[in-house]
């Protein structure tokens, strides 16, 4: 039970744009919990909700101005607990997102901070003289682009900022700091929340000492500014991974232990890191692999199996295919996939994340120019690097805004019919349908959860493996290719994309997935 989370099945939820009650077109915490008992029916057994915290929504709530109460656009504390009952009523987790990486500039630290050179809290942000010419002390670019670094006026130094430059980066050597953060964790474990997802992690120990970051020699210009230099100065510092352990050290304050899942984008041995040396850091660190990995089989084959092999000894594995910042998965590997990759995340060895609306099969979203909410997008227009067309309101019913609000929500929504929760509830066939029809399997098959994997490799354009538990073998089948593949397994068909039409020893058609007994 301490451990609930090999077992279970995380569920992102992007509050803004779950559902609507209050007639404004952005989500809120009485539509999340007016929405569980379609999350149980799903299976799922927790949910992450993205930051709910008072924010000026500068980067859509991930700019935080008190981290321990809740923004009005989503409701009260009340509403917040009435959720947090509800869902451990019906047997489910409730993940919040820590943003540890930074403030808002509204954040009374950062205005008690800025107020002056000798103030106590000035130490709590990352600040420095300016460079002898006067401009920002190091050569870092913000990730939404423009320097990392702006210049407060009135006390003549700059403060760092990785992010937007409303979002002052904290200072994690300041020990004061840490306990404020600490206390932080504690006050929202205290009111039952299970965990978080931690922000942003690879950003909280930049070196301003260290001073320039090196040009990046493979940047191409859609890859953003920010990728133009290695984080060489500002990612994966050393002092992450103490802050880390710390951080567990608080989770382990509670019984049952919370669970922290950090956000660290980097290569596999990096990511890694965040375990801990003696697994005394995040349970979790995201595996973002899936969400970016070129779509064919022998590239899978590659991917899994180097994660697996690069897991310390007695490491949980974990598996994503998207999030509120990248592509859809179903526009990324094409809506004949789709299937495929939701097969994948829920039948491989790990911990599975699913983003919100990916059960449905949404798409990318295209935003008219005079739409667009997400910061980075108004900074670096026409790119692609815009975050909003993953981050659309779902359809529940029929109807003008799709049952999610009364009125014209925050981003544009797809009303496409074939994307309608009560239409695809009503279908067997649909996205929805075959997602729940895994996640019961998962359920029912120790073997899922708790087997090893063996044997991952492609015949051509298929991508299989094995999951064993005392002596039962599970094989999938994945064709990840466009043609039909001549594959023979012997065994009892137990879950195919295609429906109940398929048999275990039939070729298997392009973009078709199955789960097999072998015999
Ligand atoms: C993380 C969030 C992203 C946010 C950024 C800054 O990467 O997922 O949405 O913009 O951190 O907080």
Redesign the pocket.
Known sequence: MSEWWKDGVIYQIYPRSFQDTTGNGIGDLKGITSRLGYLEDLGIDAIWISPIFPSPMK??G?DVSDYTGIDPTFGTLEDFEALVADAHARGMKVLLDF?P??TSDQHPWFEEARASKDSPKRDWYVWRDPAPDGGPPTNWISEFAGPAWTLDEATGQYYLHV?LRE?PSLNWHNRELREAMYDVMRTWFDRGVDGFRV??VENMGPDPEAGDNPPNPDWVESMGPARSHLGTNTKHQPVIFDIAREMRAVAEEYDPPRLLVG?AYGEIPQVMKYYGDALDAFQQPFNFLLIEAEWDAGNLVRLITEYEAALPDGAWPNWVLG???RARIASRVGPAQARNAMMLLLTIRGTPTIYQGDELGMENVVIPPDRVQDPWEKNVPGQGLG?DPVRTPIAWEDGPFGGFSTVDPWLPMDLGPERVVARQIASEGSMLSFTRALLKLRREMPELRRGTLEDVRAEGDVLRYARVLDGSRIEVLLNIGTEEAMLRQEGALILSTSGDSAVAEDPLAPGEGRIIRAE
């Open positions: 980067d859509a991930y943003v990486s930074h992010f979002q922000d942003a956000e999030n509120h910042d975050r």
